[in-house]
């Protein structure tokens, strides 16, 4: 009897520290993530510059894009729509086919995953687009939505967008250890955490029919080593150049999307492919 009571109560202190330790890292956690939020705070405001139009009118026979997602997709942080990651999309889209673009955003800012449905409801019923750029993902992982729902959420929103006739091409939740003014240890959490995320949506996609870009391995070393060139005035949406390195990135899978390449580089993954994890 002796001997029980010594076990339960040793297992009783472990569980206790357990229970105290985790409560403190949470609230570590918590107090990190609210001084990275006054750091960061809002000074471009909530409204990415107006990029819809035919791109490269004169070429004619436009292609129709279009982008649905978070802020990275509606393309908070450029100062120019030439600039936002639709115009950069669309401007490689007509050089490579020698067709206009006519782009539509769809895109919110401060979008989850959850809510990619509301944005293709709000499309028009005819709507038809050629292909579809999906970005989103980062404020799943900011608001702790489980990746298994997250995943979920834009697996329908793929196969939706492929039964409306589009092409789909995802870019994969960008590595949030790249955001220098969120201290550690929450950097580090926050990187783990949008990989995880990451690997979850590229095999969602896939599984979807449609085409994952990894921007933490294609575009993601450019924000990491150079953040005050790829990163705008909030140092956590992309600058100019930051989303002309993210539409590079994700130009190759675009046009293979539309038949127009055969190879796809590193960090590309088509339909039927199983993604690399990591």
Request: charged share 20%.
């Amino acid at each position: 009897m002796r001997r029980t009571r010594l076990v339960v109560t040793a297992t009783l202190t472990v569980t206790a520290g357990t229970a105290l330790t985790s409560y403190g890292a949470r609230e570590l956690l918590h107090r990190q993530a609210a001084v990275a939020r006054r750091l960061i705070g809002k000074p471009l405001g909530e409204t990415p510059p107006d990029a819809d139009r035919v791109w490269k009118a004169s070429y004619g026979d436009p292609l129709d894009l279009l982008l649905i997602g978070d802020s990275i997709a509606a393309g908070l942080g450029a100062e120019r729509r030439k600039d936002t990651l639709g115009g950069r999309l669309a401007k490689g889209l007509a050089k490579h086919t020698g067709r206009a673009v006519r782009l539509r955003t769809a895109a919110v800012v401060g979008s989850e995953s959850a809510m990619l449905a509301a944005q293709l409801d709000g499309l028009p019923a005819g709507y038809r687009p050629d292909v579809a750029v999906v970005v989103v993902g980062g404020n799943d992982v900011t608001h702790r939505v489980p990746v298994a729902q997250a995943a979920a959420d834009l697996e329908a929103a793929v196969r939706a967008l492929r039964e409306r006739g589009a092409e789909v091409v995802v870019g994969t939740c960008p590595d949030l250890g790249a955001l220098r003014p969120v201290p550690q240890p929450l950097r580090s959490l926050g990187s783990r955490a949008s990989r995880q995320l990451a690997a979850a949506q590229a095999a969602a996609t896939v599984r979807a029919g449609g085409h994952a870009v990894s921007l933490a391995r294609v575009v993601g070393p450019f924000f990491i080593t150079n953040p005050d060139e790829m990163f705008s005035l909030d140092r956590f949406h992309p600058s100019a150049l930051g989303y002309r390195r993210t539409a590079a990135a994700l130009l190759p899978s675009v046009l293979t999307a539309l038949g127009l390449h055969d190879v796809v580089p590193f960090g590309h993954v088509v339909p039927g492919e199983r993604p690399r994890v990591g």
